[in-house]
């Protein structure tokens, strides 16, 4: 006898991106991104335009995860959400969505920690990390050395006391006039600069710690002072700008990470979230992790920055343990860890 297959539609909106997907018994099927294109204009995300244009998408991306993945709207098991953390009225529209979905279909719901499920992106991929699993989390809004011990028991370790590692490449792209989101722009321009021009300071943080508001500040007053004799400079050295900015943010990054691994005697360590996109920080992840003997562990471009895929993959693991929520489910844009 065959076994029933277990679908789950999962659902993201935390940010600005409106994402659903399709997981079949962990694969996935389908992952429908819409990327709000309305904040680039304004240098950052402005939450109540997030929140309307996550109405106007979530219908038609839940449509077409439907219509891609090939299976039934019927067919569906359970719904999974994020729940938190976020902004608040761009996750109530994705809980509210999920929530009329699940009770119209008589379905469970499952509620996700979006941090916990940029982590489980790894367990997408067909090669995937063995436990204990120490994965660097590096996002717009978050900052983080988790220890993971399986699917669901992880720990964070150590944040940032300040600004995220998104939020410093989006703050030093903004001064440098480029538009929202700025960390692709760096990476980008980093390319063809001299990472060792320009020294920007890394402030010593105890422990697992972070701190990206220095570096920020750093850059304004350079800038500042180097736009006076010279209302040019920025954009004569963006290049070499970027290479010294990202060269240091990386830095910062690969020291705590490889302190973690060598404290804890972890061998599987990765990277997840929007910045891991980074193709210095990847290739930093590859060379520090040849140096110590590490198996290193990057997700695909598609499952670092925020999607519903990674939501679905959490959701699998939480629905294989019967980890189920009811409507009362509030979202909430600040949440310790699920
Ligand atoms: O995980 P994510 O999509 O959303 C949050 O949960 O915050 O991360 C978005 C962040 C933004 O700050 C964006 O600039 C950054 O990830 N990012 C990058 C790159 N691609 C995205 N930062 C540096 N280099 C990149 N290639
Ligand atoms: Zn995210």
């Not at 297959?5 to 999962?10: D, F, G, H, T, Y």
């Not at 240098?43 to 077409?64: K, L, Q, W």
């Not at 570096?215 to 050295?237: G, H, M, S, W």
Request: glycine share 8%; charged share 20%.
């Amino acid at each position: 006898m065959e076994l029933k297959k277990v679908n789950i539609l999962a659902i993201e909106s935390s940010c600005d991106e409106t994402s659903a997907a399709i997981i079949q018994d962990g694969i996935v099927l389908s992952n429908v991104i819409a990327t709000q294109k309305v904040h680039e204009r304004y240098g950052g995300v402005v939450p109540e335009m997030a929140s309307r244009a996550h109405m106007e998408n979530i219908i038609p991306v839940v449509a077409t995860a439907i219509a891609d993945s090939g299976i039934e709207k019927s067919a569906i098991n359970a719904v999974a959400f994020t729940q938190a953390p976020g902004l608040i009225g761009s996750l109530l529209v994705g809980a509210c969505f999920a929530k009329s979905f699940a009770q119209t279909m008589n379905i469970p719901l499952i509620a996700v920690h979006h941090m916990q499920a940029h982590v489980l992106a790894h367990f997408i991929e067909e090669r995937q990390p063995e436990f204990p699993f120490l994965c660097l989390t590096v996002s717009g809004g978050h900052t983080q050395i988790v220890l993971c011990r399986s699917h669901l028991d992880m720990e964070v370790l150590g944040e940032t006391m300040d600004d995220a590692a998104g939020e410093a490449f989006d703050k030093v792209a903004k001064m440098l006039g480029l538009p929202y989101p700025g960390g692709p722009l760096i990476d980008r321009h980093a390319k063809s600069g001299d990472s060792l021009r320009f020294r920007f300071p890394s402030k010593e943080m105890k422990d697992y710690t972070f701190s990206f508001s220095g570096i920020k500040t750093a850059v304004l007053y350079f800038l500042q002072a180097q736009r006076k004799t010279d209302p040019e400079f920025a954009e004569k050295n963006i290049n070499d700008i970027c290479a010294s900015v990202q060269y240091t943010i990386i830095k910062m990054l690969m020291a705590k990470l490889e302190k973690a691994a060598h404290d804890l005697g972890i061998t599987n360590v990765g990277i997840a979230g929007g910045v891991s996109a980074n193709s210095g920080l990847r290739k930093a992840l590859e060379e520090t992790g040849a140096k110590n003997g590490w198996s290193v562990f990057i997700p695909r471009f598609e499952y670092c920055t925020d999607n519903a895929a990674m939501i679905g993959i959490t959701g699998y693991y939480k629905y294989q343990k019967g980890l189920f929520t009811d409507l009362s489910a509030t979202p909430s844009a600040r949440a310790t860890w699920a």
